[in-house]
């Protein structure tokens, strides 16, 4: 097979790594296949090594694929233990780690005018609203409301998620074929309604944060809705910035 030749003003770098991004938009690499080697790269695409591994270098800080060392570059996964809670960024104070998972709810209902359009879907259109709990220390810290459209998660219901050892993000990829590579978040304080309050085993009007987050798989196409409340009386949340 000769050469692919990429054809854009972009820098040649930039281009392979978006013809890499496209065939992973493509499936032709599942989240946790290893890539082809940077020499069988660079022949499909008839460019140098070095410019191969600029290329992923960049999806590696994206977090779309991650190097092993002595072992290769591999596609990233959200079933990998280091990304699990990539999206989650709640940590203790103390030395409590990860969160015990309480499903409130899954049903199938009509977009409303604001998750259409951070879905870019029509008001109206069906979705998948998902409700639960995450649990530290055996009490309530965090309530999830999530949104996601019908037609690229057709089959997810109650049973699938209580029967899935992971993730949902995890889940999304093996069951679904949808693999989260960036997110988008909006925080802000809140007080607890009585509604909330009773879920999250606080008082009606103590402080939350509120974590609206818009996930989306390649080519920037958003595929997840989600807003979380937040108890963070032990817990703060944690952002690094580079």
Known sequence: MPPVKPRSSAPLYAQIRQLIVAALAAGEWRPGDALPSEAALAARFGASAGTVRRALDELTAAHIVERRQGSGTFVATH??????????RLVADDAASGFARQLLGCRRVRASADVAHALTLRTGEPVIEVRRLLHRRERPVVLDELWLPERHFEGLTAEVIEAHPGTLYALFETSFGVHMVRAEEK????????????????????PLLSVERLAYTYGDRPMELRRGLYHTDADHYRNELN
């Open 187 to 206: 925080l802000r304080a809140v007080a607890a309604t009585p509604q909330t309050a009773a879920l999250l085993g606080v008082q009606a009007g103590a």
């Open 79 to 88: 079933a990998a233990p280091r990304q699990q809670f990539r999206f989650l």
